[in-house]
């Protein structure tokens, strides 16, 4: 759901850039002043395996479209919805800037519909609110939370899409028809991404409760090495973007699909700041589209294979090494502030 610049005026992403940049200063300073000193690797791990998951596009049958998981409300329910929102927008500007997917002036856009959506409304509302309780949260609750959570993340980020294109007015896509399109599409995509992070919180509630504090196991393992969890992470980064993601699905995504049947031709658009940042974009992406640098000959299948298993590490790598030290710089700037 990555949208790209041709559906963005510079007006509305303009705008969305600037609500985007609030929202993650706002949770930056939120981020300075957690306690907890796992919080720079726990970021840094899970958003490489976010990243790595986004890579597998599966395809939604009869519909001749694909989808992948956002990852917003897996991470909001294991970092925080704060800390969750700085980890999806890390990912999403390495994905922009040294992968080309998603646009540049669109950026802001696919930080609000894929992060702060998803992280400051769908998981408060949601997943929070289903866990509360009197006698702490239980296994049962953080399953149907994060199913629930992340459907409606998804309906709302897609909604989102649908507003940022008909403001921007630059494609002609009908509003009534366009969101007629990309609400059960992702309904579809919203229900396999909530049974996987409801499969990934019960799996991490088993194998590491600390993660989890208001479980009642949690307190039997808060003095526990995490050694063996960022192994276990590390090896699932590798897997899934090394190996998995060579069998992900080619069919266009839920945003390409709706578009593609609501729009006759091709969307373009050739305005000085799309074409200024597309030349921007393909100056800093060392791998565009996942894949190695365009070659005189047609690539064949291993050329293809490895060049998206050279980026699933790559950007997972990125990812892991970026958030990592920024959580150190959030951590030294509240550890000034206390001094």
Request: glycine share 10%; proline share 5%; aromatic share 8%.
């Amino acid at each position: 759901m990555h949208m790209s610049d041709a559906l963005v005026s510079p007006a509305v992403g303009g705008a969305m850039w600037a609500v985007s940049a609030a929202g993650l200063y706002v949770a930056s300073r939120k981020v300075s002043h957690e306690r907890d000193d796992r919080l720079p690797p726990l970021m840094g791990v899970l958003g490489a395996f976010v990243f790595a998951a986004q890579m597998i596009n599966f395809t939604i049958p009869a519909t001749g479209s694909s989808g992948h998981i956002g990852g917003g409300i897996l991470l909001a329910a294991l970092l925080g919805p704060w800390a969750a929102c700085i980890v999806m927008a890390s990912i999403l500007a390495i994905q922009a800037f040294l992968f080309a997917d998603g646009g540049l002036l669109a950026l802001g856009c696919n930080i609000a519909n894929l992060a702060l959506l998803p992280c400051l409304v769908a998981y408060p509302l949601i997943y929070r609110t289903i866990n509360r309780g009197t006698n702490g949260i239980s296994p049962s609750r953080i399953a149907w939370g994060g199913f629930l959570a992340a459907i409606i993340g998804l309906q709302l980020g897609a909604f989102g899409v649908v507003i940022e294109t008909t403001l921007s007015g630059i494609t002609e896509l009908p509003f009534s028809a366009f969101v007629a399109l990309m609400q059960p599409i992702h309904l579809a995509i919203g229900g396999v991404e909530g049974l996987a992070t409801a499969a990934l919180l019960l799996f991490l509630a088993r194998m590491r409760p600390a993660l989890y504090p208001a479980l009642p196991q949690a307190a039997q393992q808060q003095h526990i090495s995490y050694k063996p969890f960022f192994i276990l992470m590390g090896i699932l980064v590798a897997t899934v973007g090394g190996l998995l993601s060579w069998y992900a699905s080619s069919l266009p995504d839920g945003l390409e699909w709706a578009a593609e049947r609501t729009h006759s031709s091709e969307i373009a658009n050739t305005s000085t700041s799309h074409e200024t940042l597309a030349r921007i974009q393909e100056k800093t992406s060392i791998l565009p589209d996942y894949n190695l640098p365009a070659a005189d000959q047609p690539r064949t299948d291993i050329e293809e294979r490895a060049g998206t298993s050279l980026s699933g590490l790559a950007g997972a790598s990125a990812v892991a090494a970026f958030l990592i030290i920024l959580g150190l710089i959030l951590r030294r700037k509240k550890t000034v502030r206390t001094s």
